[in-house]
Nanobody, 124 residues
């Protein structure tokens, strides 16, 4: 069982930066692929970024590539999402998720555990 708690959301102007963090409980955190997803107002939840457990290979949605960076610290059981050059279309609730088997880093249906979400609002 893994419990995930996100933090770091807030209100920022377009072009600004935010850093989201996700604290995970559970001894097997280091063996999970970790992902960030977001749900814009009135839209479906969508993939943002993921990082595997072994080689720390990273995956990004095209819409955030070059602006967002995902990282993990297995010693601290945390995964972070550094978001730069934010745009109004990045406004969403951001969710941290854990995938036990790492079979689908970009597929939300393959993630087993989810945090409660943190709101990110980018004003233009």
């Amino acid at each position: 069982q893994v419990q995930l708690v996100e933090s770091g959301g807030g209100l920022v102007q377009a072009g600004g930066s935010l850093r989201l963090s996700c604290a995970a409980s559970g001894r097997t955190f280091s063996s999970y692929t970790m992902g960030w997803f977001r749900q814009p107002p009135g839209k479906e939840r969508e993939f943002v970024a993921a990082i595997t457990w072994g080689t720390s290979r990273t995956y990004y949605a095209d819409s955030v590539k070059g602006r967002f960076t995902i990282s993990r610290d297995n010693a601290k059981n945390t995964v972070s999402l550094q978001m730069n050059s934010l745009k109004s279309e990045d406004t969403a609730v951001y969710y941290c998720a854990a995938d036990r088997y790492g079979t689908g880093p970009t597929a939300k249906t393959l993630y087993d555990y989810w945090g409660q979400g943190t709101q990110v609002t980018v004003s233009s």
